[in-house]
């Protein structure tokens, strides 16, 4: 699969593209930014053959089969159309859009092409995840009744992408979507309502805290913390009735070390017992970058669609919408 970059974004050149090119089974040919001579410096530093000063000039490229789309937020859907058009698959980051009405567009744009959208959520790939979700699938923990996430960093530099509400800024839709995606995964059911509290950074107009619970139906509920300007922490708790599973770096797994995942079975407070599994290194963004390029050559079915994206943006819809209304709001 031959890919093109849309744009020099920190996340594809510190991350996904070196990732990509660790993969003998796909090639980045091109990459495009707004500034010629900055994107052919990206270009040659990547090794990545051709640079391209716009990216409708990367979208005429006929060579190109499939984009990878790391705009700021609001030119996810824009772009992915542009590229749809263009007859290029497209991996496009997280949140697949800004909103609902937003990722709808995409529906028939990708109807009209035939192309493929997948939304980038590299945690999927992760052994780690797959093997807690077979844990939880197997019953080895029980009826699982909670799923508890935290995904913090502090960033309040004015001048970044997450610190602008006009172009999709914000941490409920920069970390929050994987406080929403990861038990949908591990659960593998939606959920029915949900309530939040925000809090805002009174000059970036962002929030930057954000608590929620989602209401899964059956006594099953998931909750999280996400927050921009607070000391950084992970970690995703599952718990059953017969056991636990702990993630110990959920989204950001790094590539240097084994990914741990903890499963405990002990029912009485005070004990902290519990068997570590530990996965060989990978790097999630090679597996993601294999995974999309297999389903665009036809050679696997697409598990997430972006029907699939669409949830997730409808439930980050409902949660902010219940942080103006100060109820639950019926996901949908
Ligand atoms: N999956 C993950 O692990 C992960 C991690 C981090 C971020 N992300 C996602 O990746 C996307 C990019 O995040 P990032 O932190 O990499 O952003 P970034 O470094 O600010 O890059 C965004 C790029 O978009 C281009 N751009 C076009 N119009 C722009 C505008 N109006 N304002 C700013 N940039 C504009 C610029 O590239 P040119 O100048 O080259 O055109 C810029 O470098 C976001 O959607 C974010 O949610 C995903």
């Given at each position: 699969m031959k890919w093109g970059v849309i744009s020099?974004?920190?996340?594809?050149?510190?991350?996904?593209?070196?990732?990509?090119?660790?993969?003998?089974?796909?090639?980045?040919?091109?990459?495009?930014?707004?500034?010629?001579?900055?994107?052919?410096a990206v270009a040659e530093k990547l090794r990545i053959p051709r640079a391209y000063g716009s990216y409708e000039?990367?979208?005429?490229?006929?060579?190109?089969?499939?984009?990878?789309?790391?705009?700021?937020?609001?030119?996810?859907?824009?772009?992915?159309?542009?590229?749809?058009?263009a007859g290029k698959h497209v991996?496009?980051?997280?949140?697949?859009?800004?909103?609902?009405?937003?990722?709808?567009r995409l529906i028939a744009a990708r109807d009209k092409s035939g192309k493929q959208v997948l939304e980038a959520f590299m945690v999927r790939h992760h052994p780690q995840w797959q093997h807690a979700r077979q844990i939880v699938a197997n019953g080895e923990i029980g009826d699982v009744t909670t799923v508890q996430s935290i995904f913090t960093y502090f960033n309040a530099d004015p001048d970044n992408v997450r610190n602008k509400k006009d172009i999709g800024g914000g941490g409920l839709l920069d970390i929050g979507c994987y406080c929403v995606v990861g038990p949908r995964y591990i659960l593998d059911r939606e959920p029915v309502r949900v309530v939040s509290l925000i809090d805002k950074d009174p000059k970036f107009g962002t929030d930057r805290l954000a608590s929620g619970i989602l209401d899964f139906g059956s006594g099953?509920?998931?909750?999280?913390?996400?927050?921009?300007?607070s000391a950084a922490v992970q970690r995703v708790h599952?718990?059953?009735?017969?056991?636990?599973?702990?993630?110990?770096?959920p989204?950001?797994?790094?590539?240097?070390?084994?990914?741990?995942?903890?499963?405990?079975?002990q029912k009485q407070p005070g004990f902290d017992e519990a068997r570590e599994i530990s996965f060989p290194v990978c790097n999630q963004y090679t597996l993601q970058g294999e995974?999309?390029?297999?389903?665009?050559?036809?050679?696997?079915?697409?598990?997430?669609?972006?029907e699939d994206a669409i949830k997730n943006m409808q439930i980050l819809d409902a949660l902010a919408r219940s942080s103006k209304t100060g109820s639950w709001e019926m996901v949908a």
């Open positions: 020099t974004a920190k996340i594809g050149t510190d991350k996904v593209i070196p990732a990509m090119q660790e993969s003998d089974r796909l090639e980045i040919l091109a990459i495009a930014g707004r500034d010629f001579e900055k994107t052919r000039e990367l979208l005429a490229d006929p060579t190109i089969e499939a984009i990878y789309n790391p705009l700021p937020n609001h030119l996810h859907v824009e772009w992915t159309i542009k590229a749809l058009e991996l496009c980051e997280k949140p697949i859009g800004l909103d609902t009405a937003d990722a709808k099953i509920q998931a909750s999280f913390a996400c927050g921009t300007q599952i718990l059953g009735t017969e056991g636990r599973i702990e993630i110990i770096l989204f950001n797994a790094v590539q240097e070390n084994p990914a741990v995942i903890r499963v405990g079975t995974a999309a390029s297999a389903i665009f050559a036809g050679e696997s079915t697409v598990d997430y669609p972006i």
